[in-house]
């Protein structure tokens, strides 16, 4: 059974138009991660919550935010999406901060821009 | 950021033979893992190492942690079809920093 589950797995949006992709975990894990993946690439870290503690990743624009409402929940908003925005966006958690656990992925969202 | 570089960066292979890949960094890491992703989908844990010098199996495939905590390799014996994908190791620090190797493509020729 799927442990990290992603919704939708397709999307599709508008140049500028907001969009949102979520993201729901049965693990019970405190942290949970938003990647950004290009074809050809290794994903790249957009941004973290350890339990609500949020962490954002230097480089990250600030076209996108995320929300973790409770510890199952994530939501990654892109305020205005571009051309460039364009990418598979994956949802991870793992157990604790200091845990050296490994994360665990979702299946991703393949964002698309028209 | 830290650097992992894994190599090959892509592999033809014909059905049957043995793979080997391998990650390298200038830092010093407490946990090495391997991913595998396929088409389409998100990464999948293959194996995970936690010690120096610690060799582990799963199934056909066969990971070790390097004895300097810089490297590990990943082998993959009597490759099938369905071993096609994107492999990734990932190294881990202490505080779950988290980084990604650069990724290694592997096609396997029925």
């Known amino acids: 059974d799927a442990m990290v589950i992603q919704n939708p797995r397709y999307q599709v949006t508008q140049f500028g138009k907001p969009v949102t992709l979520s993201c729901s975990q049965t693990?019970?894990?405190?942290?949970m991660y938003w990647y950004q993946q290009k074809s050809s690439q290794a994903p790249k870290l957009l941004f973290h919550y350890y339990d609500k503690d949020f962490n954002n990743e230097a480089d990250t624009p600030d076209n996108f935010q995320s929300r973790r409402p409770n510890t199952s929940f994530c939501f990654l908003d892109i305020r205005s999406p571009g051309l460039g925005d364009a990418a598979m966006y994956l949802c991870?958690?793992?157990?604790?901060?200091?845990?050296?656990?490994?994360?665990?992925f979702g299946d991703g969202t393949r964002l698309s821009i028209l | 950021g830290q650097q992992l570089n894994q190599s090959p960066q892509s592999m033809f292979i014909q059905e049957g033979e043995d793979v080997s890949m391998n990650c390298t960094s200038s830092s010093i890491f407490n946990t090495w893992l391997w991913y595998k992703q396929d088409p389409g989908e998100g990464p999948v844990l293959l194996i995970a190492l936690y010690k120096a010098g610690e060799l582990t199996s799963n199934g056909r495939l066969t990971a070790q942690f390097g004895i300097t905590r810089k490297d590990s390799f990943l082998n993959i014996s009597a490759s099938i079809p369905s071993d096609v994908g994107i492999y990734f190791c990932a190294g881990l620090l202490t505080g779950n920093q988290f980084y990604f190797g650069t990724g290694t493509s592997l096609t396997v020729i029925p």
């Open positions: 693990l019970n894990h405190n942290v």
């Open positions: 991870a958690t793992s157990r604790a901060w200091d845990s050296n656990q490994p994360q665990h």
